[in-house]
């Protein structure tokens, strides 16, 4: 009970950034981009994975990226919460809105209730991918894999390891693509819903260990200070 | 049998090959205010760190009302505010605090909670100012008022009454005096040591990780020091005195001021006036600095 009472603490920042930080305004524009790409031609699912992924990269740059952001949570550990509640709220406050913004972009472009859980799989992935990531090495980290996001992960590996070159590259690449939160793979969640296993529990796996790299991260960040 | 709400037992900490703490024992009564003083690097951080729970000691046990630092419990008995306080910098001050109390209680507790600290640190006022936007007064207040939260009854505070200007200071020492006629310890890190001389009972100073001396101030402060002004500077200083700008001054351990002026005399030294004061803190703390070399 103690444990879930820390969690939404963390989750209860997430009202104050989205209305006095840039969080709220980047999340409006991206929704309003991606409803105009659909409304365009481009699919519903596209709209709604790309709504979830962009949406988990910015919540966890904007909840953990800034540096004051960063220094403040050695004194929220000096209160009786954990590093895994910290870790587990701050995921929340990143997954919930993206997902929000998913369920938001699929019902502008018209999409189906599997399209919004595509979005709302790869929110869940995307920010456990992306919280240790911006926890370790600061907002940078979250322009660069946004970027490898737009670019890499939205086609099936098999489409790309030909660019690589044959033998270890090729492997690590197709390792890489086959492992990592790549939004081609939550497509089939928003084609084929929840009867997907293998993407949902890919997604839930990538939730859990952000999660546990980002409480890890947290506790070796209060210890180096 | 005394229940200390602090206890240190032969605290060693290392980092890579300085070693910022060795062997330092501490016992804080509560209602206690302890002061840590020492030049930088001596070890006062790295002691409030360890009681706080956010570093392990290398060897040694430290406990708060018993209970092993670290844990969820203690930190529900110590409260910590850092030398430089950082919070999340879009929430105001009462959202900074209501996001530390949920950490404490649930529900409606909340806000008493809440409302409880923002006067106990004089920030009713600025409670709806954002935290990123505080000066260093109102900062330190937060970090009082965060480190207070929930009732706590140890408080570990590091350079909170530095920097400030003077009516700052006086308003929150006496806060703390509040705080500590509660019954809350306090254990309090002062570069500025006049701040330390406003409301510390007791006094460690550290030097390279260890405690070179410590007392009650009352006993520290004791120490009489003859300052005498002279015509013109003497060549050499008597034995026991040292030059100052307007002449010589020495301490008066174990001697009269009639003796320590009779050997100014003996040295044929134009004495014009003389007084008698009490040693300074910071004399002490200097002293204590110098003779651990």
Not at chain 1, 173 to 201: D, F, K, T
Request: net charge positive.
């Amino acid at each position: 009970m103690h444990f879930l009472r820390c969690v939404l603490a963390e989750w209860a920042l997430v009202r104050p950034r989205l209305v006095r930080t840039r969080l709220g305004p980047w999340l409006v524009v991206t929704g309003a981009g991606l409803v105009w790409l659909g409304h365009r031609g481009t699919d519903p699912a596209t709209v709604a994975i790309y709504a979830g992924a962009f949406g988990a990269v910015l919540g966890a740059a904007f909840g953990v990226g800034a540096d004051a952001d960063r220094a403040a949570l050695v004194i929220a550990l000096t209160h009786p919460s954990t590093p895994l509640a910290v870790a587990c709220g701050r995921w929340l406050a990143a997954a919930l809105p993206a997902a929000g913004l998913a369920v938001a972009c699929t019902l502008g472009v018209g999409g189906t209730a599997r399209i919004a859980l595509g979005g709302i799989a790869t929110a869940a992935a995307v920010a456990g991918c992306a919280l240790p990531a911006v926890l370790a090495l600061g907002t940078g980290a979250a322009l660069v894999l946004g970027s490898c996001l737009t670019i890499a992960g939205a086609a099936p590996p098999e489409d790309l390891v030909g660019f690589a070159e044959p033998g270890l590259a090729r492997v690590a690449a197709a390792s890489v693509l086959e492992l990592g939160p790549a939004l081609w793979r939550y497509r089939a969640v928003a084609e084929r819903g929840a009867g997907n296993v293998g993407a949902i529990l890919h997604a839930a796996g990538w939730a859990a260990l952000g999660v546990v790299l980002a409480s890890g991260l947290v506790a070796r960040r209060i210890r180096a200070r | 049998m005394t229940t200390y709400a602090l206890t240190l037992s032969d605290v060693s900490r290392a980092f890579s090959t300085v070693r910022a703490l060795d062997g330092v024992s501490l016992a804080l009564l509560p209602g206690e205010i302890a002061g840590l003083a020492g030049p930088a690097g001596a070890g006062k951080s790295t002691l409030l760190r360890i009681a706080a729970g956010l570093v392990a000691p290398d060897s040694g046990d430290a406990r708060v009302g018993g209970i092993p630092i670290g844990t969820p419990a203690a930190r529900r008995l110590a409260g910590y505010a850092p030398e430089t306080p950082v919070f999340p910098p879009a929430l105001t001050v009462r959202e900074v605090l209501s996001y530390y109390a949920r950490f404490h209680v649930a529900g409606a507790g909340r806000r008493t909670l809440v409302h409880h600290a923002l006067e106990l640190a004089g920030l009713a006022g600025a409670a709806h100012a954002r935290a990123a936007g505080l000066g260093r007064a109102d900062l330190q207040r937060l970090a009082l008022a965060q480190a207070a939260l929930g009732g706590r009854r140890v408080l570990l505070l590091d350079e909170t009454l530095s920097g400030l200007d003077p009516v700052a200071r006086r308003d929150l020492s006496g806060r703390l005096a509040r705080l500590a006629a509660t019954g809350v310890a306090v254990l309090l890190a002062a570069r500025d040591l006049a701040a330390l001389e406003r409301v510390a009972a007791r006094v460690l100073v550290l030097r390279g990780g260890r405690v070179v001396r410590a007392g009650p101030l009352a006993a520290l402060l004791k120490e009489r020091v003859l300052e005498v002004i002279l015509d013109g500077p003497p060549p050499e200083p008597p034995p026991g005195f040292r030059l100052t700008a307007a002449g010589l001054e020495a301490p008066l351990a174990g001697r009269t001021v009639e003796a320590a002026l009779a050997l100014c005399h003996a040295h044929r030294l134009a004495v014009r006036a003389s007084r008698v004061r009490v040693k300074s803190l910071e004399e002490i703390v200097l002293d204590a600095h110098d003779a651990a070399r």
